[in-house]
């Protein structure tokens, strides 16, 4: 009977997840756009973090439980999703061009958090200095993005910037379906670690894998559809944006603030789950700045490399 009250638990998080990360997204994105943000910026920052919220929240309420190995396992394991499943499946729906903004900071700013990332995880635990420390880099990332962005005269996709909505004004409905949104966040969350870890307990399954499966994955759909979505109707830097955008908020800001809150003591099974993070980042900076341009041979190839990593991780 335990078994299926975690298995709704499961099923109700990633279904909250989902629906509230939808709506946070849609209202934040729609609130950023009339102000007149570049699709890339818009990408990388509010559709990344309204995504990762899930990530976020997750590994906050873990953390706070003392469930290290999901607080983290959730964070490489959502990272490896975005870039081999995500990027992938974009890239399979609509092979894009990448931008040279895209591949000189961003998908730099991404390698770097990712070697920030392993580094910090290497000896098995995440201080509060440590968790810190990923906080104030994570600010100074978003600096460098507001820099960069009022010194360009034209969008990050090439195109001019648009123009302030002259439309009415969205605050009230946006508001109020922003707030819902980060409810079911909250929600979901709960509901995710609670059913996740019984799972794993019942099951024999070390909270580890749970993490980087079960978890990351679910954590993780909210991103995959939102950069379908914006794939199919044509806005590639939001597509793009929010997958490096979120692999560096996950980094920084999930697995800092989990440390922050809690300090973070881990399971040596952490250390593979780092290789194969370093090696999916690389394969995925090396595709997306070779040739500047996504094919979907190469989405073929990144998810082939994601289903290697979980069927390792399950074995």
Not at 116 to 140: D, K, Q, Y
Not at 176 to 186: C, T
């Amino acid at each position: 009977m335990s078994s299926i009250v975690d298995a709704a638990f499961v099923l109700g998080g990633v279904l909250a997840l989902w629906l509230g990360a939808r709506w946070l997204v849609t209202a934040a994105a729609t609130l950023a756009r009339t102000a007149g943000v570049s699709a890339l910026v818009v990408g990388l920052t509010v559709v990344a973090f309204g995504t990762s919220a899930p990530e976020l929240v997750v590994s906050i309420g873990a953390a706070l439980e003392g469930r290290a190995d999901v607080a983290a396992g959730n964070v490489v394991g959502s990272n490896v999703f975005n870039l081999a499943f995500t990027l992938g499946v974009v890239a399979v729906v609509r092979p894009f061009r990448v931008t040279e903004k895209l591949v000189r900071r961003d998908t730099v700013a991404m390698a770097a958090a990712t070697v920030v990332g392993i580094a910090v995880l290497a000896n098995l635990t995440v201080s509060s200095r440590e968790g810190g420390l990923l906080l104030a880099l994570f600010a100074a990332y978003l600096g460098w993005i507001w820099h960069t962005a009022t010194r360009s005269t034209e969008s990050d996709d090439g195109a001019p910037e648009s123009s302030r909505s002259d439309g009415p004004n969205p605050y009230g409905t946006d508001g109020v379906k922003l707030l819902l949104g980060l409810v079911l966040v909250l929600v979901g969350g709960r509901l995710l670690v609670d059913g996740a870890t019984g799972i794993a307990l019942s099951f024999g399954v070390s909270e580890w894998a749970v993490g980087v499966t079960i978890v990351a994955g679910g954590t993780s759909l909210p991103e995959l559809v939102t950069s379908i979505v914006a794939a199919r109707h044509e806005n590639l830097g939001i597509a793009a944006g929010n997958v490096v955008g979120s692999n560096v908020f996950n980094l920084l800001v999930a697995l800092g603030a989990a440390a922050l809150v809690r300090p973070l003591s881990v399971d040596a099974a952490v250390l593979p789950g780092l290789a194969w993070l370093a090696v999916v980042t690389a394969i995925a900076a090396v595709v997306l700045a070779t040739g500047r341009r996504l094919t979907r041979l190469e989405g073929v190839v990144l998810l082939a490399v994601g289903a290697s990593y979980w069927a390792w991780t399950i074995v």
